[in-house]
Structures are given as C-alpha cells and as structure tokens.
C-alpha cells in the first residue's frame, strides 16, 4: 500500500472538492488570489452588514452560473472561441471558485441572526458531527468514486461520456449521493450558529443543486450514457 500517494490523492481531492484544484500548475496563481480576494469580499459583508446580499450572490453565481454555463450554448461558444483545452481551464477555474463561494455563502449565512435558537450542547454536537460525517464523507467517497472531472462536471461542459456508468462505491445504494445525503453537513454552520436563515439558505443550496441535477445533468446522463 503506498499511503504517500493516497495522501496526496487525498489532499487533492478535498481541495478540489473545496474549489481549488492543486493539478492546474501556473493556473494557481491566479485561481488563489481570487479564492482571497473572495474570502476578503465575505468579510466586508459581515462588516458591513451585507450578509444575506453576499449569501443570495453567492447562490446566484453558482447555481444559476453552471446551469447557464452547462445548460447553454455559452460551453460551445467558449471552445469554439479558444480551443477546448483553454476553455477546459477557464471553465475549471470558473467552477471551482463557484464552489468555493457557496460553501462561504453557506458559512456567512449562518452569521445572521445567529442565536435566534438554542439547541442543547449534547445534540447540537451530536447533529453536527453526525451530518459531517455522513454528508462529507458520503460526498468525498462519491468524488473518489466517480474522480474529480466528473465533479468538475467536465463530461457535461465537453458533452461527452468519461467512461461508462458504473453503479460503484455509494452508487451501489443511492442515485445520487453527492446531492442528496453528500450535501448534509452544509447544515452544520446554521446550527452550530443557532441561525435559522442559515438553515433556510441550506435548504436553498439543497434544493438549487438538485433543481440543476433535474433540468441539466439527468438529461445529459440519460442521452450520453444510457442511450441505446
């Protein structure tokens, strides 16, 4: 078993996962400065008291930003206009800092109105610890099942198969792990805060994630990899 290697399969995994791919080489040195420069706009809401404006923007920027991006014509205009393997890291950059921004939108949100209720300290952290571990985990297993592109949704934007499906790792039980149980743990700031907007802006970030699973990636899976 070589655990260096796993490791670092690890460690890059979570990063992308978390919206930095660390495989990018010159491209991280603009793709980090904007990952700051959108925590450094995180903090300048909670300062100035835009919290929920950040919140709604950053569930804008991403859910309506890939739908139109993976939904549109605007993926074939990008590769038509500059090649696909310059589009490919435009559009990976794009989507990780997308990621990056609903999990702080996630996490600003649950700032606001916190405290407005008090769970007791023995369930708060046993709700918290448990929703970690079985959404994160069950969205990391999905991620190293199906590999970084795909959670990428790079089959989607160069509309073509990575391989075939295969019903492995939480595949097995569920359709869709990383949407459905994989987002749990994004309750975990609201009531770790007590924010009762920062639950309904989860449930928000639930239901947009599965509003594009059902309008742009079912259609896509069903025509590229189950047609006959």
Not at 176 to 192: E, K, R
């Amino acid at each position: 078993m070589n655990r260096p290697n796993n490791l670092r399969k690890v460690i890059a995994l979570v990063s992308a996962m978390s919206g930095l791919r660390l495989d990018t080489g010159f491209l991280l040195l603009i793709w980090i400065p904007l990952l700051g420069g959108s925590v450094y706009l995180a903090y300048l809401a909670e300062q100035h008291k835009y919290i929920l404006e950040f919140a709604f923007c950053c569930w804008a920027f991403y859910y309506i930003g890939i739908g139109l991006i993976l939904g549109t014509r605007i993926k074939r205009l990008m590769i038509a206009t500059i090649g696909e393997r310059n589009a490919l890291q435009v559009y990976d950059l794009i989507c990780g800092i997308m990621f990056f921004n609903i999990g702080l939108g996630i996490s600003v949100a649950a700032l606001y109105t916190d405290g407005a209720f008090e769970l007791p300290p023995v369930l708060k952290w046993i709700l918290v610890t448990g929703l970690s571990i079985v959404g994160f985990g069950t969205k990391f297993w999905a991620t190293w099942t199906v590999g970084v592109n795909t959670y990428y949704f790079r089959d989607l934007f160069l509309q073509r198969a990575h391989g075939d499906f295969q019903a492995t790792g939480p595949y097995k039980w569920l359709s869709s792990p990383m949407y459905g149980v994989g987002n749990l743990h994004g309750y975990c700031p609201a009531l770790l805060t007590g924010s009762l907007h920062g639950l309904v802006f989860a449930l928000l970030c639930h239901l947009g994630i599965f509003a594009f699973y059902f309008l742009v990636e079912a259609p896509f899976i069903k025509r590229t990899y189950f047609a006959k």
